[in-house]
């Protein structure tokens, strides 16, 4: 059975920081390419970050600079470090596995930011 538990949101003020974290079980985790993607009231479901199986990265540009993904292979875990947060970065942030075409979902965690 495929997991994926997401943890690590919660309320901070606007400049603060938060590390989401992502655990993986019932994958390869290591063949997977791991993704953060998040989605605000009223919004479509966006990307933030995605890291490759060899490690190779990608931001959205709301999030570079600002946003760093990291995978540790033998936890089977995804990690997104957000710092300078923004109240546009409110959301709820979901993790997910690609592998051949197959994508699976964590149920999420909420990130609140207040200014």
């Known amino acids: 059975q495929v997991q994926l538990v997401e943890s690590g949101g919660g309320s901070v003020q606007a400049g603060g920081s938060l590390r989401l974290s992502c655990a993986a079980s019932?994958?390869?985790?290591?063949?997977?390419?791991m993704g953060w993607y998040r989605q605000a009231p009223g919004k479509q479901r966006e990307l933030v970050a995605l890291i490759g199986s060899g490690g190779t990265t990608n931001y959205a540009d709301s999030a570079k600079g600002r946003f760093t993904i990291s995978r540790d292979n033998a936890k089977n875990t995804v990690y997104l470090q957000m710092s300078s947060l923004k109240p546009e970065d409110t959301a709820v942030y979901y993790c997910?596995?690609?592998?051949?075409?197959?994508?699976?979902w964590g149920q999420g965690t909420q990130v609140t930011v207040s200014s």
């Open positions: 019932g994958i390869i985790f290591s063949l997977n390419t």
């Open positions: 997910n596995a690609a592998y051949l075409g197959v994508r699976r």
